[in-house]
Each structure stands twice: as structure tokens, then as C-alpha cells.
Nanobody, 122 residues
Framework: QVLLVESGGGSVQAGGSLRLSCEAT????????MGWFRQAPGKEREGVAY???????SYTDSVLDRFTIARDNAKNTLHLQMNSLKPEDTAMYYC????????????????WGQGTQVTVSS
């Protein structure tokens, strides 16, 4: 069982930045694909970015050139640097992990954190 704990959410104005972190309690963390998802009220959970165990990165189009995903295998930690935030980025953000091949679907991931709220005001 992998326990994921997110932190770093908050409220910012449009154009601002936030850095989310996710700590994983799993000694084989480096072998996992790690991802960030988000869910706005009344909407389905959507994939934002993921990084696989080889370091390959993928982003959904709406966050390209604004968000950066990174992992620190020595600290079992995943980060999401979010710049140039927009009101439409407002959502609960979730960290996710899997030992399988991963993608942008929720079914691609097996473990989930509790989420951290990001609110962007105009």
C-alpha cells in the first residue's frame, strides 16, 4: 500500500504561482509512475501531468508551458510547479501513483492522495 500526502495548495490571484508537493511512503517509489490530477466542482477528474520511472514527462495541453512536474526519488517526493495560474485552474489537486504503465486516465493509477485545494481568483 502506498500512502500519498499532498501539500502546498492555497489561494492566489491570476498570474500567480503555487508549488504542490506529494510525499510517498513507499521504499520502491522510484519504480512508480507518479501523476497529478485535478477535479473542479461538477466536473470529472482530469489528468494534469505525469512522470514515469524513466523520467519521461507528459502534460495535458491546457497546462503546457505553465506547469512543471518533477520528482525527487531520494526524498520520495513529487512536485508540481504551477506558474501563470488562471481561474480555470481552480480545483482540488490529487497526487497519484502506480507501478504499472501510466497515462492520463484515472484508471491508469492505483493509489491516490486526499487532495489539496487550489483556488485562483481573477
Amino acid at each position: 500500500q502506498v500512502l500519498l500526502v499532498e501539500s502546498g495548495g492555497g489561494s492566489v490571484q491570476a498570474g500567480g504561482s503555487l508549488r504542490l508537493s506529494c510525499e510517498a511512503t513507499e521504499y520502491t517509489y522510484s519504480t512508480y509512475c507518479m501523476g497529478w490530477f485535478r477535479q473542479a466542482p461538477g466536473k470529472e477528474r482530469e489528468g494534469v501531468a505525469y512522470i514515469d520511472r524513466t523520467g519521461r514527462l507528459s502534460y495535458t495541453d491546457s497546462v503546457l508551458d505553465r506547469f512543471t512536474i518533477a520528482r525527487d526519488n531520494a526524498k520520495n517526493t513529487l512536485h508540481l510547479q504551477m506558474n501563470s495560474l488562471k481561474p480555470e485552474d481552480t480545483a482540488m489537486y490529487y497526487c497519484a501513483a502506480t507501478g504499472r504503465l501510466c497515462g492520463f486516465y484515472t484508471a491508469d493509477f492505483d493509489y491516490w492522495g486526499q487532495g489539496t485545494q487550489v483556488t485562483v481568483s481573477s
